[in-house]
């Protein structure tokens, strides 16, 4: 039984409010000669108005701390982005994704002593590479390479390895599919 009474008690304690200015609403409305039905109304209105104004916390909401997402090269999300990235307009590569593919050109091919973006080891790092995958990874105007030619170059880096001693990638995209296991 003390549960009810603990329950009707707190119900007491959130209407009693509103309930007495409701009454005070009635009674100065039938006081001024108003109909019972409409005192009853406008009571009704103020006994509603009065609970939700009581209900209301005038306090503003903090803010959620904004939560920030760190990426970590490699991950899913990494890769998704990439995805995402590859085809542009016209089944063209996306430039985001060969300026991601440049930088990791870059780095491999960096392993193996060589400057991508050095002019002088040009011819180097075409050797190194192919002419198909170097015309990709230096082309720095429009048209944009194709998604063919983005996974070509890929290939071909992902063949050359992280060191030295794998230094003959077949550049024949060809032998792209034959090569993976």
Known sequence: ????????????????????????????????????????VLALAVVTLAAVVLRVDGRAEPRPARAVATRHEGARGDVHDLAWTMVGRDGRAGERA????????????ARHGLDLGDPDQADAVARLVGARAYGTLTRRGHPLPTVGDLSHALGVLERLGATRDRTDPDPDPANLRTNQR
């Open 98 to 109: 060969l300026r991601r593919l440049r930088d990791a050109a870059a780095r491999r091919i």
């Open 1 to 40: 039984m003390s549960g009810v009474r603990e329950a009707l008690a707190r119900g007491w304690d959130l209407m009693w409010r509103p309930l007495a200015a409701g009454g005070l609403v009635a009674g100065v409305t039938l006081a001024l000669g108003m109909t019972v039905a409409s005192a009853v």
